[in-house]
């Protein structure tokens, strides 16, 4: 278990304004910040951030809570990840002691998984330069096959995995290293009859570096043409699939201009080895939100070059919407007369893709190209149909001298009255814009209902006690004096809770309180962020009132236990009832 101390720290530490302005764009509203929410979809802002306390809470979606409950939602965390998450960020070194007991499995500790994968990672590497004949095709795959050089091969710790199933982790063993850290690690497998193997077998072997530099895992590829091409490790205590990118390690650093999206590992090594060290790829899956909000830390544009066979440009097309909606600015290579990179700088040289890098075509042009294709724009209607699909796409740019450019683009280039298409994209941004606005009411109102239940399921059954509840606690949260008053002299116990949820977040606090921690630093760990977003909501419910002498938590209290009361009494009155009734019945 982390310590309170050291949770204070990581919570003091990493400042909210900053940590969340490192994501969402904020501007100043009074002593707090404005944005609009990441977690739910808005045009007007509704998401605030507020220094003063160090906490957060979007009134359209309901999330709120400090800095750990922001990581652990944005980057998809669990608590002790999102706390460690924060320390490195802060530049704090949570004790090894503390942090064991948080890893996955039992004995399983992160520490040592690394150290395993950089051990393994030497073993492949080695064994890519031993006189086993399979070794040596390997080593041929690489240099003969794919061209690269030695020194390529040592930048990337390229290695090779022997067609074995235990020689891998008899090595491994012999270093000291368990199988269930083995296993962990998805270095090796467990058969159902219980048995060990090694996950890689009869592959070259790529190892994934995070921007840390830590090996984090393994690609395998094989040689020849049989399936599975490539196998990647599975999600491990020290690697997320959905969160890591295949040479971020090396491009990072190179990213100003722009990064360069591959599909595979070969094409980003081919490029890197060619000069183009912003190649950068996904480990063997399409890109997700959360690879493209990473990638936008590091560049403001991405290259995205795809296969050109029709996977590959349906990818891409996904792709560039995903990286849009992060607000990158992307564009898509054509590389004529080749398959892949490789292959065209190959056959024409690396001053030439330069070019072709020069030239890639805006996500508007791509799509332009494509709405084009489809047509044959010598035929009237065809024309007519096109510059109609062409209006469509320019009314989704959201800035208006952005569309204008456009339109004299396509005004001239199919010879239509700039002014025509203006009218036709005015008039259906102005439709958009309606059915939007409306849309989004519609979304806003539908997620605030749904959420009030979703988080205290028992607010309906008896709202007025449910108010009185989050009164009293709202006082408890805010003022940590009024704790001393209300545990101390026991003025109430969580049995004077009629809600599931209040109940819990009261014992949270008394629990806090016993154990002295005045902060309530533990909240992450026992409430989702949607959780603690409603928590955060009592707060500011109780900060809009203004009495805070302990006269007021007396009343507060008062209230809710004659509500409770009141309650009771109804329910008692009703069993009675049935009861006489049912007395009745049988007595005939
Ligand atoms: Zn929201």
């Known amino acids: 278990m982390i310590s309170k101390e050291i949770i204070d720290e990581i919570v003091m530490r990493n400042d909210i304004g900053n940590l969340i302005g490192s994501y969402v764009s904020l501007k100043r509203a009074g002593a707090n910040l404005k944005g609009l929410c ?17 906490s957060f809470y979007c009134f359209g979606c309901g999330i709120g809570g400090d800095p750990i409950t922001f990581i652990k939602k944005m980057e998809h965390l669990d ?31 992160k520490k040592r998984i690394y150290e395993m994968n950089v051990v393994a990672a030497k073993y492949f590497n080695a064994n890519l330069f031993s006189n086993d004949p399979k070794a040596r095709e390997a080593l041929a795959y690489f240099t003969e096959k794919r061209g690269l050089s030695l020194s390529t091969i040592k930048h990337f710790g390229l290695g090779f995995a022997s067609d074995s199933f235990d020689a891998f982790s008899k090595y491994m063993r012999a270093r000291g290293y368990t199988y269930e850290e083995l296993v962990a690690g998805f270095l090796c497998g467990k058969s159902e009859k219980g048995h060990y193997y090694d996950a890689f ?42 969160r890591n990118l295949f040479a971020l390690n090396f491009a990072k650093n190179f990213a100003e201009d722009a990064l360069i999206l591959c599909e595979g590992y070969m094409d980003v090594i081919a490029l890197h080895a060619a000069g183009f060290s912003n190649a950068i790829a996904t480990l063997g899956t399409a890109i997700t939100s959360e690879q493209a909000r990473i990638l936008s830390r590091y560049t403001g544009r991405i290259i995205i070059s795809y296969d050109a066979d029709e996977a590959g440009q349906k990818a891409a097309k996904r792709a560039m919407q995903l990286l849009g909606e992060v607000g990158l600015e992307v564009s898509v290579l054509k590389i004529p007369d080749a398959k892949d990179p490789d292959e065209y700088i190959k056959k024409h040289g690396r001053d030439n893709f ?28 065809d024309k007519i149909n096109a510059v109609a699909d062409i209006v469509n796409l320019i009314s989704e740019v959201y800035s208006s001298a952005e569309r204008d450019i456009y339109i004299s683009t396509i005004a001239q280039r199919l010879s239509v009255d700039a002014k025509s298409i203006k009218n036709d994209v005015d008039r259906l941004v102005a439709r958009k814009t309606r059915t939007g606005r409306k849309n989004e009411e519609k979304r806003i109102k539908e997620a605030t209902a749904g959420f009030s239940d979703r988080i205290n399921p028992d607010f309906v059954k008896a709202p007025a006690i449910a108010k009185n509840e989050e009164n009293v606690l709202g006082l408890l949260l805010l003022y940590p004096d009024k704790r001393k008053l209300a545990f101390r002299d026991k003025l109430l116990t969580s049995d004077d809770f009629f809600t599931e949820f209040n109940k819990r977040v009261f014992s949270f606090i008394e629990e806090s309180y016993n154990a002295g921690d005045d902060s309530l630093e533990r909240i992450n760990e026992f409430f989702t962020p949607e959780e603690t977003g409603r928590i955060i909501r009592m707060k500011l419910n109780r900060m809009a009132l203004s009495a805070t002498d302990d006269a007021v938590l007396y009343d507060g209290i008062d209230t809710l236990k004659k509500s409770i009361e009141k309650k009771e009494a109804s329910k008692t009155n009703t069993f009675e009832v049935l009861d006489a009734i049912l007395k009745r019945k049988r007595d005939g």
């Open 38 to 54: 990441p977690f739910h979809s808005e045009k007007t802002p509704s998401f605030t951030v507020y220094p003063a306390d160090n």
């Open 79 to 109: 608590y002790p990840d999102a706390v460690e998450f924060l320390a490195k960020r802060a530049g704090i070194t949570i004790p090894d002691s503390q942090n064991q007991q948080y890893n996955s499995g039992p004995k399983i500790d």
């Open 201 to 242: 077998r009869n592959r070259v072997m790529f190892p994934i570096i995070d921007v840390s530099g830590n090996v984090i895992a393994f690609g395998g590829r094989v040689m020849d043409d049989s399936k599975p091409k490539y196998k990647n490790s599975s999600d491990t205590p020290v690697f997320k699939k959905s």
């Open 354 to 381: 330069a070019h072709l890098l020069k030239n890639t075509k805006s996500k508007f042009e791509y799509n332009v190209e494509g709405i084009l294709g489809k047509y044959n724009v010598d035929l009237p209607q």
